[in-house]
């Protein structure tokens, strides 16, 4: 029963996006990463680019104290009521919350001494659209800090599903499977883009993590995987196949599992840090 193929995911219903606190457990990762590298100073104006449901943007608010002032930035409503409701809760008199696109942003120029996006940057329909208006509304001197998940993430997954692929004669998906591995684009990648949109790198942290799961089963109904994955996998194969294929890497997935005791999925990540001149 392929049951995750047929939920259909409202992100605009309040009890989905508040689903997301528990996905801060794959966003922890990476906010690991924000939270040892960041700089801590006094009076820092900080804008969070796509904060969602406020993670890390409160963990920054505790670290950097009531001299900091932070603004997080989401055009998902339902995400940043959630981030209200903790704001109230916290207390935080120093922080905002702006519903509004990076692309577009509702700021004046030269208002931040801090950008920081947190397993943003994979998830901006025009991120070159982003990274020029991070470079407007910092101050001169002011710095930008992003995590990502790149390109390698997750690979065992995708050794399955290429085999899975081949195995049932559908060689023509492979291409598009290969576009879907790289659209996470590579370390190298978001250097470029940083430096095309005017910032000086001055630091790159690569790290990785583990994602475990018990087989096939639990992976594919993982709900990271569903409200995060699987609409990118299904698009590779399209609907006419994707019972079969799916059913394929399950099954394939759990007889791995069986074999290694459990399945293991390795996450790469980068921190990268730049300067605006
Ligand atoms: C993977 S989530 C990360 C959320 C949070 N920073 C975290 O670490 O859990 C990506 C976020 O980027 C937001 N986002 C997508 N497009 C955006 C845009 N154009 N401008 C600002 N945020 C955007 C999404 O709404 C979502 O909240």
């Known amino acids: 029963m392929q049951d995750y193929l047929h939920r259909s995911i409202d992100l605009d219903d309040p009890a989905i996006a508040d689903t997301f606190d ?10 690991r990463l924000m939270v040892t590298h960041v700089p801590l ?17 409160f963990e920054l608010a505790h ?26 809760a916290y207390g935080s008199a120093n922080i905002d919350l702006v519903l509004g696109d990076g692309a577009e942003m509702p700021f004046d120029a030269a208002q931040f001494d801090l950008i920081v996006s947190n ?6 329909a025009d991120p070159e659209k982003v990274l020029a208006e991070c470079h407007r509304v910092l101050k001169p001197g002011g710095q930008i800090c992003m995590t990502s998940n790149v390109a390698g ?33 590579s370390v190298e990648g978001i250097i470029l883009r940083l430096e095309a949109s005017g910032f000086e790198v001055t630091q790159v942290v690569e ?10 089963s639990a992976l594919l109904r993982h709900w990271l995987v569903v409200v995060g994955f699987l609409d990118g996998w299904r698009s590779v194969i399209g609907k006419k196949n994707e019972t079969a294929v799916f059913a394929r890497i399950e099954e394939k997935l759990t007889q791995l599992a069986e074999h290694q005791g459990e399945l293991k999925m390795t996450v790469p990540m980068v921190f990268v840090k730049g300067k605006k001149g």
């Open 22 to 31: 528990e996905l801060s457990l794959w966003s922890s990762h990476f906010g």
């Open 41 to 57: 100073k006094h009076h820092q104006k900080v804008l969070d680019v796509g904060c969602g449901n406020g993670f890390p943007l």
């Open 63 to 88: 670290m950097m104290g009531p001299t900091a002032h932070l603004t997080g930035l989401d055009p998902w409503e339902p995400a940043l009521a959630r981030a209200q409701r903790k704001k109230a």
């Open 119 to 124: 397993v943003g940057i994979n998830n901006f």
């Open 153 to 185: 993430h997750m690979e065992e997954f995708y050794e399955v599903f290429a085999d899975a692929l081949k195995e049932l004669g559908f060689h023509d998906f492979l291409p598009a499977l290969e576009r879907q591995i790289a659209h996470r684009g």
């Open 207 to 216: 790290d990785h993590f583990v994602m475990r799961f018990l087989d096939g």
